[in-house]
């Protein structure tokens, strides 16, 4: 079980556990994926929900990736593009045959499209 120790605001990290620094007590536990709010609770990272309550003091919690390309309101990249999700996040390509106009191969929002 790799867990993230937080301590005063800053973070000790066990070998591939994602951390962030928080208002923590030295016996606040936090999972991968997570932050501190308080001295007693966690919370998930943007892009990640947990799979019980929003804030939680189980440092068994599990904080899974949203998947934003997909549900009932996927991001609107516009006309021939392609939604990627990435841990935490996504972003939006041109599908094949197309290439931006910009220069820009990734964006986030329709207003960023300029694939032709």
């Known amino acids: 079980l790799c867990i993230a120790l937080c301590l005063w605001g ?3 990290q066990t ?9 923590c007590n ?3 536990l936090c999972p991968a994926n997570t932050k501190c709010v308080n001295s007693t609770h966690c919370t998930c990272l943007d892009g990640y929900q947990p799979r019980g309550n929003r804030f939680f003091t189980d440092p068994t919690e599990t904080c899974d990736d949203i998947n934003e390309c997909l549900g009932p309101s996927p991001p609107d ?11 935490g996040s996504y972003y939006c390509t041109c599908t094949d045959g197309y290439e931006p106009s910009s220069g820009k191969a990734n964006f986030r929002h329709l207003s960023e499209n300029s694939c032709q």
């Open 77 to 87: 990249c516009g006309v021939n593009t392609h939604c990627n999700n990435v841990p």
């Open 10 to 12: 800053t973070v000790a």
């Open 15 to 23: 070998p591939g556990v994602q951390g962030t620094t928080g208002d």
């Open 26 to 28: 030295s016996h606040m």
